[in-house]
């Protein structure tokens, strides 16, 4: 009977280490630029990126699906893309797949997201059996800092000329059920400008943990959403973009529920045999 514990316990432990915390880093997705659909970046810091171009719909990371919208007849993406380039210095949307500070491990890859407003929302769906999302690690596109940094040909520099405007860029974390009922949101400014003393405004430089605990559990779905003071007749002016690092998660508490079950039932009957 020990032997039966034993390979139990071991079994238990296997198990219960899958069901802990799950992190969707991106390392996992197909970066070959001969085998695969990602394409060279031929500016500063080398790199590739993914946009959807081969028309399939979105890819997966760490079992989580990550949607996206190709248009064939443009050339056009929205939604999430996946890139390792690493060019901080390149302004405009030529350079609209590296976050500003780079990878969080040189070379590796990281989402990009691109929200648009005429195409479907910018989501992840969480892998089944994980729906309580713990934090995610973000920052700030190229792009998106230069132009609100500096201004360009769409979109206002931040802060105007004085400095004094109160200008802000805001991304928006919705947690949604598997029946698309919404259950919380999170707020995080990609850039605040709105202080009284303008020393204390900021763009985001760097990578940053945002704390999803709010959103509770039961959560299928991360919806995405970009807002920001820069906005005019036909919508947001600031680039409409931001970069992902990762998604930390753990399963729903039922499945920590009936491990624990089973293996108490097994030893129960282990100890009823012996007696």
């Not at 238990?12 to 085998?35: C, K, M, R």
């Not at 605990?213 to 299928?220: A, D, F, N």
């Amino acid at each position: 009977m020990n032997v039966i514990r034993l390979l139990f316990s071991s079994v238990f432990l296997a198990a219960a280490t899958s069901l802990s915390a799950l992190t969707i880093d991106f390392f996992d997705v197909n970066t070959s630029t001969e085998s695969g659909p990602a394409q060279s970046y031929e500016g500063p810091g080398n790199g590739v990126y993914y946009y959807g171009s081969d028309s399939a719909g979105g890819f997966t990371s760490g079992g989580a699906q990550f949607v996206n919208y190709y248009n064939s007849d443009w050339g056009s993406w929205s939604g999430w893309a996946y890139s390792t380039t690493a060019d901080s210095v390149t302004a405009g949307m030529a350079n609209q797949y590296s976050a500003f500070p780079g990878a969080l491990t040189t070379g590796t890859p990281y989402g990009i997201a691109y929200v648009s407003s005429y195409d479907g929302p910018t989501t992840i769906t969480l892998p089944a059996g994980i729906d309580t999302p713990l934090s995610l690690t973000l920052t700030n596109t190229t792009y998106a800092y230069d132009s609100m940094l500096n201004g360009d040909s769409f979109a206002k520099k931040f802060g105007g000329v004085s400095g004094n405007d109160a200008d802000w860029f805001l991304l928006t974390i919705t947690g949604k059920d598997a029946f698309n009922a919404t259950l919380g949101s999170v707020e995080f400014y990609l850039a605040d400008f709105r202080f009284a003393d303008n020393e204390l405004d900021y763009i985001i430089t760097d990578w940053t943990d945002v704390d999803l605990t709010g959103l509770g559990t039961g959560v299928h779905t991360l919806e995405f959403t970009l807002t920001s003071s820069d906005s005019g007749d036909y919508g947001m002016n600031t680039p409409s973009y931001f970069a992902l690092g990762g998604v930390t998660a753990v399963p729903e508490p039922s499945a920590y529920a009936a491990l624990v079950g089973a293996f108490t039932l097994v030893l129960a009957l282990t100890r009823r045999r012996r007696s």
